[in-house]
């Protein structure tokens, strides 16, 4: 019998080029970041075989031929999708990746978001369980980015009532959960990723979220060793 986990398709963007961290030191692409030693695209992949999804589209950017090497020699036990591409936008590479989970359910994640993995499985048990042509976010109550996206949740059903402005319950961690049929999306485009969330609110389509208690944003150094003292990035984090 085919598991739920199974059917779930999964999608990793790491497009981004990591400005920021390279403004602090690091020299590797982005989704090569480490974080405990070990690269933030490993953790991710981790949490996505801790939750039995093997199926599983990554963007990255042209200039992370490290990365493209690094999936290579490292996802061998996966089923995966490699884009190779630079976007304008995280609203860009996420359309692309959703594109190629289509007819499918799936949950997209930012490769910058540190879980840990009993909290990414919950989120995905969490998600299965909301009505099945809605879109799921994570959700935390930690912020720590710099320019966070705040979300209002209504506690009794767990439906985003707002997103966006300068405060609310919640700030959004960079899980998303896809419905296998899609809600078609307007014929002019968004800027940013979170315009086209906000867009979703706004629009009274079914949009949930799920709170999650620990998520890291993972964009300067001082994030980096934030989620080390936490205890971030050690093997046992990944339910081996």
């Given at each position: 019998?085919?598991?739920?986990?199974?059917?779930?398709?999964?999608?990793?963007?790491?497009?981004?080029?990591?400005?920021?961290?390279?403004?602090?030191?690091?020299?590797?692409?982005?989704?090569?970041?480490?974080?405990?030693?070990?690269?933030?695209?490993?953790?991710?992949?981790?949490?996505?075989?801790?939750?039995?999804?093997?199926?599983?589209?990554?963007?990255?950017?042209?200039?992370s031929d490290?990365?493209?090497?690094?999936?290579?020699?490292?996802?061998?036990?996966?089923?995966?999708?490699?884009i190779?591409?630079?976007?304008?936008s995280s609203?860009?590479?996420f359309?692309l990746?959703?594109?190629?989970?289509?007819?499918?359910?799936?949950?997209?994640t930012?490769?910058?978001?540190?879980?840990?993995?009993?909290?990414?499985?919950?989120?995905?048990?969490?998600?299965?369980?909301?009505?099945?042509?809605?879109?799921?976010?994570?959700?935390?109550?930690?912020?720590?980015?710099?320019n966070?996206?705040?979300?209002?949740?209504?506690?009794?059903?767990?439906?985003?009532?707002?997103?966006?402005?300068?405060?609310?319950?919640?700030?959004?961690a960079?899980l998303?959960?896809?419905?296998?049929?899609?809600?078609?999306?307007?014929?002019?485009?968004?800027?940013?990723?979170r315009?086209?969330?906000k867009?979703?609110?706004?629009?009274?389509h079914?949009?949930?979220?799920?709170?999650?208690?620990?998520?890291f944003?993972?964009?300067?150094?001082?994030?980096?060793?934030?989620?080390?003292?936490?205890?971030?990035?050690?093997?046992?984090?990944?339910?081996?």
């Amino acid at each position: 019998m085919t598991t739920a986990a199974e059917m779930l398709r999964g999608g990793i963007i790491a497009a981004g080029d990591g400005t920021r961290l390279r403004a602090d030191g690091h020299r590797a692409s982005k989704p090569m970041a480490p974080v405990g030693g070990r690269p933030l695209i490993e953790h991710t992949l981790d949490r996505f075989r801790a939750a039995g999804i093997r199926r599983v589209t990554v963007i990255i950017n042209e200039g992370s031929d490290d990365c493209r090497r690094w999936l290579g020699g490292h996802g061998q036990d996966f089923d995966l999708d490699v884009i190779v591409r630079t976007t304008p936008s995280s609203y860009a590479s996420f359309q692309l990746v959703a594109a190629r989970l289509a007819h499918s359910p799936a949950l997209i994640t930012t490769v910058d978001s540190i879980l840990p993995v009993d909290d990414f499985r919950h989120f995905v048990r969490s998600a299965a369980g909301f009505p099945s042509d809605a879109v799921v976010l994570g959700l935390t109550g930690h912020v720590d980015d710099d320019n966070p996206l705040w979300a209002t949740l209504d506690v009794s059903d767990g439906r985003i009532l707002r997103l966006g402005g300068d405060g609310g319950s919640h700030v959004t961690a960079g899980l998303y959960w896809l419905p296998a049929h899609r809600i078609a999306k307007p014929a002019t485009g968004f800027a940013r990723l979170r315009d086209y969330l906000k867009w979703l609110v706004d629009g009274g389509h079914k949009v949930y979220g799920v709170v999650l208690p620990l998520v890291f944003d993972i964009d300067r150094a001082r994030d980096v060793e934030a989620a080390e003292l936490a205890g971030f990035g050690q093997h046992e984090n990944a339910g081996e």
